[in-house]
């Protein structure tokens, strides 16, 4: 792909904003992708044309010379750069992708390909556009930000809009305290009290080496890129409480009213506490290292490839690979190995995805593991899946084979728990019973004694606690569902109102009346992987999908607003996914679903079917409903993500302790 990027500086180092730093990750991303990218900058200066890091940069007057030698299949432009937005103009039937970094006076984006913004508070500010969006986080990559943090109070840029005038009224009531002002580009220096001390803007790795606490009382926030780069050292943040920031950093930073000077002080002053500091850095931390700056770049380069007429196209997801492994029972012996019914990606149930993520999470913790899969006649007879090896055995073989691994620990649910407990036990291993809903069918294997439950929901516990005695007599935690934002993100969003799984039980008829009453609307329904598919009738405005292994690019790519009208969630996994994608939900009400959507969920009852129609018109339409319920989802999904990664550290320990 040959692409031509117009924006006003690229090279200056430093840079002096986040969004010149934001785009410039992106066209490194592209050019390590192996794609030809070529810079012209907008702010006219007297350089001559050179190549930096194999990007060759135009000065604005060579701006013609620059798409001849291009010839782009792509431009990427920013908002408001006039000068750029005439080079468009000059270059017809080339496909543009218009950058929009933050919430600007001037609304109008006029009709590019593709509109990309940093957040859905972002996305929000500009109602009135219509096209084609790719709500993506800014890549951060944690080397070249990660230090060891200082002892300074910071504040990036001296400006009002950035919180100067906060700055000056806390150190004025903190005169013991010192504190960093990092100045904007072509600003004079405020009046501060003396324990302030300014510094040009510079690597940023050295002004996060002398900070404790970064301060950021901004009046407006399209992300908050600065913030997740200290979060990468462990380092506070203190924000003010804007959309945008609370996207970008969650439940990880504290948020302080701007006007409040009192409250500033006050947890500047509570971060003195070592335990109290200790903590605030460890989820900042925490939250900024599952960040997948990784899966940004490859998302926008996604994007990017998915403008183009074929034959490009982008990267394709991560696949199994077979046969990487040899027979079960060459198998040096493994640690810890699931038998069940399922795996993936043959099979795709929420059941086959949360137990693949928490075998990943025991191999990415140094632990060998092993995944057998009894009811799989599809699958061949070995292969590997983001690391974690799998087998297909029939279930007398199985058994043989782990009795001769002797494995210390055995993971089990569904079909095979009450025969893999037992096992377990002959084997002297300890036995893990993974738990997915309240029915008492899959509660017998409760009475097996297994040494360790896991149940997906809060609620699910609840509800057998009051039912089986068995439940309070081992150890058990909750691990909810893990959904990782990055592997379930859409480069873009899709119109198509959505249901995953066509079974009556899924809510396949409250579907199919829905879109009767919604004629005009384009619907999807993707066959699931349980239960008896209701495929007809197909309505004109209707397509049928088949299951696939690719939902982030087959189904939240071509998605506006899921349905989930199920008769019972234990938890909601495609749900969640969706969120991750800023794509609205519309529920019935389960218990299950009202745990995992939280207030980003639209509850409504399966039965009423005009309730439906009048909430879907509502989400679709673009406008400030739907703006809300967008970022409402992207924020719930930073929150479970913060959830699934504690959750997930809680299982690994758990699993060490019974080893």
Known sequence: MRVLVALPLYDQEPLPAGAFVTTREYVRGLVTAGHAVQVVTTVRDDSEPRTVDGVQVWPLRYWRRAVRAARPEL???????????????????????????????????????????????????????????????????????????????????????????????????????????????????????????????????????????????????????????????????????????????????????????????????????????????????????????????????????????APVRPRGPRRATAPAAPPVGALRPAQVVAWVHFGVPYRRAGSETMLHTMMRALADAGRDVLVVCSAMEEAPATWHVDGVPYASLPPDAAEAAIRAGRPRAVVTHHDFAERAITLARGIGARSVLLVHSDFDLPARALAFGPDLCVYNTEWVRASLTGRYPETTRGESIVVRPPVLPGEHRAPVTGDRVTLVNLNRDKGVETWRGAAAALRRLPFLGVQGAHGRQVLRPILPNMRIIPQTSNMRRDVWARTRVLLMPSVYESYGMAGVEALASGIPVIAHPTPGLREALGEAGVFVDRADVPAWAREIRALYRDGDRRAEACAAAAARSAFLADQARTELDTWVQAVEGLL
């Open 75 to 309: 431009l990427i432009t920013h908002h408001g750069d006039r000068k750029a937005a005439r080079i468009v103009a000059q270059t017809p039937g080339v496909a543009h992708l218009l950058m929009v970094h933050g919430m600007s006076e001037n609304r109008e984006l006029g009709s590019p390909g593709l509109v990309w913004f940093p957040s859905w508070a972002c996305r929000s500010h500009y109602p009135a556009y219509r096209g084609r969006v790719l709500v993506l986080p800014p890549p951060i990559d944690p080397a070249r930000y990660r230090t060891t943090p200082g002892r300074l109070v910071t504040l990036t840029g001296t400006t009002d809009a950035k919180g100067v005038d906060v700055l000056a009224a806390v150190a004025e009531r903190m005169p013991g305290d010192r504190f960093l002002a990092v100045r904007t580009a072509g600003r004079q220096d405020p009046p501060m009290p003396r324990n302030v001390e300014f510094v040009d803007r510079t690597d940023p790795r050295a002004v996060y080496a002398r900070t404790r606490v970064l301060l950021m009382p901004s009046v407006t926030e399209s992300y908050g890129r600065a913030g997740v780069e200290a979060m990468l050292s462990g380092i506070p943040v203190l924000a003010a409480p804007l959309p945008g920031m609370r996207e970008a950093f969650g439940d990880s930073a504290v948020y302080v009213p701007r006007e409040d000077t009192g409250r500033w002080v006050e947890e500047i002053r509570r971060l003195d506490d070592p335990g109290v500091y200790a903590a605030a850095s460890a989820r900042a931390r925490a939250h900024a290292d599952a960040l997948d700056h990784e899966g940004s770049l490859a998302a926008f380069e996604a994007a990017c490839v998915g403008l183009l007429p």
